[in-house]
C-alpha cells in the first residue's frame, strides 16, 4: 500500500508553520493590529492565512515597515 502522507496545510491550502513564523515575525516588527489583518482576510486566525494570500499579506506589511 502507497502511504501518501500531506499535511493540513497542504489539504486546506493554508500557510506553513515556516510561513506562519515569517508572518508572525512581520506583524510584530510593523506594530500590525492582528484583528484588522484577520478581518481583511476573512480569516479568524493568521494560521488560516491561505498559502495563496501569503504573498500577498508579506508584500503589504514589508511596504508598512518600510513607511
Same mark, same amino acid.
Given at each position: !500500500?502507497?502511504? *501518501?502522507?500531506?499535511?493540513?496545510?497542504?489539504?486546506? *491550502?493554508?500557510?506553513?508553520? !515556516? &510561513?506562519?513564523?515569517?508572518?508572525?515575525?512581520?506583524?510584530? #516588527?510593523?506594530?500590525?493590529?492582528?484583528?484588522?489583518?484577520?478581518?481583511?482576510?476573512?480569516?479568524? #486566525?493568521?494560521?488560516?492565512?491561505? !498559502? #495563496? &494570500?501569503?504573498? &500577498?499579506?508579506?508584500?503589504?506589511?514589508?511596504?508598512? !515597515? #518600510?513607511?
Amino acid at each position: !500500500a502507497i502511504n *501518501n502522507v500531506i499535511d493540513k496545510a497542504a489539504i486546506n *491550502n493554508v500557510i506553513d508553520d !515556516a &510561513q506562519l513564523s515569517t508572518l508572525t515575525d512581520l506583524l510584530d #516588527s510593523t506594530g500590525a493590529d492582528v484583528r484588522r489583518f484577520c478581518k481583511h482576510y476573512e480569516i479568524a #486566525s493568521t494560521k488560516d492565512l491561505l !498559502a #495563496s &494570500q501569503f504573498d &500577498q499579506a508579506v508584500a503589504a506589511l514589508e511596504a508598512k !515597515a #518600510s513607511k
